[in-house]
Nanobody, 127 residues
Framework: QVQLIESGGGLVQPGGSLTLSCEVYGRHIRNYAMGWFRQTPGKEREFVAAISWSGTNSNYTDSVKGRFSISRSDAPTTVYLQMKNLKPEDTAVYYC????????????????????WGRGTDVTVSS
């Protein structure tokens, strides 16, 4: 059974930093991209960032460019989201996700491209 376990969320003041982690269990291969999404009450889940299987390509939504950085490591397969200069509008539940498979350098950005999801970790940016 595939499981994605997020961690690292919490309460932080505006301008602060957090690093989210997501470890993948139950998959014995690593040929897939990994992504982060977020959702606030009453709104649709939105794309935040994603990184290719190779780790060489990444993509970010415009509102986080220059502030967030995505990276990944293997053995175990883990994706990270380093968040700096956090703003109140970054408050959300953050979810990591993976497709079943992607080509080496492809970075999926649409929710429909992702098959496995974590349960989410809360990030609250407030003074």
């Amino acid at each position: 059974q595939v499981q994605l376990i997020e961690s690292g969320g919490g309460l932080v003041q505006p301008g602060g930093s957090l690093t989210l982690s997501c470890e993948v269990y139950g998959r014995h291969i690593r040929n897939y991209a990994m992504g982060w999404f977020r959702q606030t009450p009453g709104k649709e889940r939105e794309f935040v960032a994603a990184i290719s299987w190779s780790g060489t390509n990444s993509n970010y939504t415009d509102s986080v460019k220059g502030r967030f950085s995505i990276s990944r490591s293997d053995a175990p397969t883990t994706v990270y989201l380093q968040m700096k200069n956090l703003k109140p509008e970054d408050t959300a539940v953050y979810y990591c996700a993976t497709p079943i498979h992607t080509t080496k350098d492809y970075v999926p950005v649409r929710i429909i491209e992702y098959n496995f999801w974590g349960r989410g970790t809360d990030v609250t940016v407030s003074s």
